[in-house]
């Protein structure tokens, strides 16, 4: 599993197309590895990927999400849905508000997590709980990665008392042959 760009944005206005290109063409070569790849400029990623792949269907083992901290981001998710991939997941970290009315209908993997360093903002549970419930009436996978604070692992990644793990369908054969 390969978190394509983890420190940046692919889809940033300043990066050429002609470099993503090149990020797209490896990552279709190199298809023995799952890609991730993260943006908040969904409306690019939606308009390349739907280029890229409008006369074929796009690779499963690239999977495209869009970060979404709060209610006032859904419009990421809208063009995520309208975005031709085999995976499609959420970030909603970090998680600074309530989402409110959030749609997951062709959403495959949904992660939460909280803010992290010394001016984190704390995350209501309510506000957790309120998207693991959506994940668990929609059949989405769920992942909690951290409640946040000082140190991202400050405050552990218990929600109710359990960890949650989950993944998308198209990487549990790959999570189950790499233990």
């Not at 290109?21 to 390349?48: C, P």
């Not at 405050?155 to 198209?170: K, S």
């Amino acid at each position: 599993m390969i978190f394509v760009n983890s420190m940046s944005d692919l889809f940033h206005k300043d990066v050429p197309t002609d470099f993503v290109d090149r990020v797209f063409n490896t990552m279709e070569a190199a298809d023995w590895h799952e890609y991730q790849i993260l943006t908040k400029r969904s409306s690019l990623l939606r308009d390349y990927v739907n280029r890229r792949y409008a006369d074929r269907t796009p690779p499963e083992h690239i999977w495209l999400g869009v970060s979404v901290e709060d209610g006032h981001m859904l419009t990421r998710v809208r063009h995520l849905r309208q975005a031709r991939a085999g995976v499609r997941f959420l970030s909603i970290e970090p998680l600074i508000g309530p989402v409110g009315d959030l749609d997951l209908t062709g959403i495959h993997w949904v992660i939460v997590g909280g803010e992290s360093g010394p001016r984190a903002r704390p995350m209501d549970p309510a506000w957790v709980l309120d998207v693991r419930n959506r994940c668990r009436a929609a059949g989405v996978p769920f992942f909690f990665k951290q409640w946040g604070g000082r140190t991202p692992k400050a405050a552990g990644r218990t929600l109710e008392g359990e960890v949650f793990n989950e993944w998308p369908a198209a990487a549990r054969a790959s999570l189950i042959a790499a233990e």
